[in-house]
């Protein structure tokens, strides 16, 4: 005779953190207002289709108030199989927010918008800014003996169109330092 535990396993989650894609430095734009440059939109839809090549789809994105994060997520869409200028999925809507606190965040900002993810998301994506994105995923990894190789990648440089995929192996909530393993990191010159 088998008994059934009182509480259901906890399913897995995953969280998904994006750097811009390469923006242009036009003269006399105010920072918020950076645009994408011709390299960062061509990147953008080719993240996209790698994270849905993967299976790596968030259910939930927080997104970056700023220009170049929002035409970043656009054309990240694209790639997933969505419209232009829209974040949904060709197989399901993805719950889009754009989020203030991301634009000037520090990694303890990110970790806190990350802890409040809903519980029911299994996969969160939050596109931001450097240095707060590199910050949060070398805090969130830790140092750990069984390290993913592309760790040491990560360790020297997050590029602008960058992706850190980790595992998230209990509640939101309580998500800490050194309790998310990497599972991978891509940048877009890694791709074809």
Do not use: N
């Amino acid at each position: 005779m088998s008994s059934a535990s009182p509480h259901p396993p906890e399913r897995a989650r995953r969280l998904i953190v994006l750097r811009h894609a390469k923006s242009a430095w036009p003269d006399g734009v105010a920072d918020l207002d950076r645009p994408l440059g011709p390299r960062g939109r061509r990147d953008a839809p080719r993240i996209g289709a790698w994270l849905r090549a993967t299976g790596h789809v968030p259910d939930l994105v927080l997104c970056s108030p700023a220009q170049r994060t929002r035409e970043t997520l656009e054309l990240v869409a694209t790639g997933l199989g969505g419209r232009p200028g829209s974040a949904e999925s060709a197989e399901s809507p993805i719950d889009v927010r754009m989020e203030p606190r991301l634009y000037s965040a520090d990694a303890d900002d990110l970790l806190a918008l990350a802890r409040a993810a809903p519980a029911d998301c299994a996969a969160l994506m939050l596109v931001g800014h450097q240095p707060a994105v590199q910050e949060l995923v070398l805090e969130l990894i830790g140092d750990r003996p069984d390290e993913h190789p592309a760790a040491t990648l990560l360790r020297e440089k997050f590029p602008t169109g960058a992706a850190a995929v980790l595992d998230v192996p209990g509640p939101w909530s309580e998500l800490d330092a050194g309790g998310a393993p990497l599972v991978t990191f891509v940048r877009p010159r890694d791709l074809p």
